[in-house]
Every structure is written in structure tokens, then in C-alpha cells.
């Protein structure tokens, strides 16, 4: 069965950088893409961007253009996603989800969800 | 940027009663909508995609119809379980989510 594991909780401090994982299982990883969503407490989901498992392009969020980056390792089918220069409003559930391979589309397994915590 | 908007905020249904949620595009999307589901504590659901194609294992008292700018997603029948926040997402182009519809016991 598909499955999305994702790393555990993290807090870090303002400025910081935190790099999330998110294991893929139950398909073929290069046949699909991943997208990154994001939920801050108590609010609704922000599409954060998307990557190609097949090829590694990538389709960024305008908003977090400079401060993310995401990739893939397909020897051990886990994607990554990075982001800088961490702020309080940063704070939020993080999500990966498999998406389609040429380019963002509907998500239709999830990963559990990260916790992202900023604050000094 | 294409800004989703869904109506109502929340919205107050009797178990077996019908409820419509509406998501409006600011500008059109063509086909490329879908709706998610989400519980508390939860990862969203796939629920429809290509607006109106459930997704594998939907059961049938969810349908969504439209196209265009003007979307809807229609549970025919609320069971216990359908009690939760609904969003609708369009992929025609950087995606985006609309704020999404609290959907309550009444």
C-alpha cells in the first residue's frame, strides 16, 4: 500500500533552517511527483511548491521563492524540503503528498504531517 | 495570482440532510479543481479531482460539478463521519487553496 513517512517534530529558533523528510513506499517513486503543503495552527492549507521524482524540476511557491528548496533522492525514494531563514509565522504542520509527475496536480496520498515549531 | 474562495464559512447540516459547498476561482481554472476533506488532527483526504472525478474509495454521496470559475461539491446524504472542513484546491496553474467550509452537526 502507499505510504508517506515523514520525520518527526522539530523546533528551531528564528532564522534557523529546517529540512523535513518524507519516505515514499508502496510505488514507484520516479513515476510520481511530490508536493509540500503546509497548515499553520488553527488555519487553512498553503500549497508550498512541488518536485518531479523523475526529474527533479521543481515549481516553487511565489512566496517562498529563495527560502525553499526541495529534492529528491530516488535511491532511497525520500523527498526533502528545505526551508530558510526560519520566522515565527513559519510555525506550522507540514505535509508531503504524492502528486502527478509532469506537474502539480490533486494529492492523493498523504504523508502524517511534520510539526514545525519557530521561536527563540 | 488566482484566488479561490469557498462559501459558506461554515455550514450547519442535519445528519441525512443534503449540503452544498461552493468555491469560486477568481479567474477560470477550467477542469483542474479538486476537493479534500480533512478531520481534525488529520491529513487531508482526496475527495474529487477534474471537478467532478471522485477518487478511489469516494463513496458515491459525494459529487462535485462545474467548471470554469464556479464549483461545487455536493454530500447527498451526511453521515457521522462527513462532519469536518472541506477544501477546494485549483492546479491550472501554482496551486492554491481556497480558505476552506466547516461543515457542522446541526
Known amino acids: 500500500q502507499v505510504q508517506l513517512v515523514q520525520s518527526g517534530a522539530e523546533v528551531k529558533k528564528p532564522g534557523a533552517s529546517v529540512k523535513v523528510s518524507c519516505k515514499a513506499s508502496?510505488?514507484?517513486?520516479?513515476?510520481?511527483?511530490i508536493s509540500w503543503v503546509r497548515q499553520a495552527p488553527g488555519q487553512g492549507l498553503e500549497w508550498m511548491g512541488w518536485?518531479?521524482?523523475?526529474?527533479?524540476?521543481?515549481n516553487y511557491a511565489q512566496k517562498l521563492q529563495g527560502r525553499v528548496t526541495m529534492t529528491t533522492d530516488t535511491s532511497t525514494s525520500t523527498a526533502y524540503m528545505e526551508l530558510r531563514s526560519l520566522r515565527s509565522d513559519d510555525t506550522a504542520v507540514y505535509y508531503c503528498?504524492?502528486?502527478?509527475?509532469?506537474?502539480?496536480?490533486?494529492?492523493?496520498?498523504w504523508g502524517q504531517g511534520t510539526l514545525v515549531t519557530v521561536s527563540s | 495570482e488566482i484566488v479561490m474562495t469557498q462559501s459558506p464559512a461554515t455550514l450547519s447540516v442535519s445528519p441525512g440532510e443534503r449540503a452544498t459547498l461552493s468555491c469560486r476561482a477568481s479567474?477560470?481554472?477550467?477542469?483542474?479543481l479538486a476537493w479534500y476533506q480533512q478531520k481534525p488532527g488529520q491529513a487531508p483526504r482526496l475527495l474529487i479531482y477534474?471537478?467532478?472525478t471522485r477518487a478511489t474509495g469516494i463513496p458515491a454521496r459525494f459529487s462535485g460539478s462545474g467548471s470554469g470559475t464556479e464549483f461545487t461539491l455536493t454530500i447527498s446524504s451526511l453521515q457521522s463521519e462527513d462532519f469536518a472542513v472541506y477544501y477546494c484546491?485549483?492546479?491550472?496553474?501554482?496551486?492554491?487553496f481556497g480558505g476552506g467550509t466547516k461543515v457542522e452537526i446541526k
Open positions: 503528498a504524492r502528486d502527478s509527475i509532469a506537474a502539480a496536480g490533486p494529492d492523493d496520498y
Open positions: 508502496g510505488y514507484t517513486f520516479t513515476s510520481y511527483g
Open positions: 518536485i518531479s521524482a523523475y526529474n527533479g524540476n521543481t
Open positions: 479567474q477560470s481554472v477550467s477542469s483542474n
Open positions: 477534474g471537478a467532478s
Open positions: 484546491q485549483q492546479y491550472n496553474n501554482w496551486p492554491q
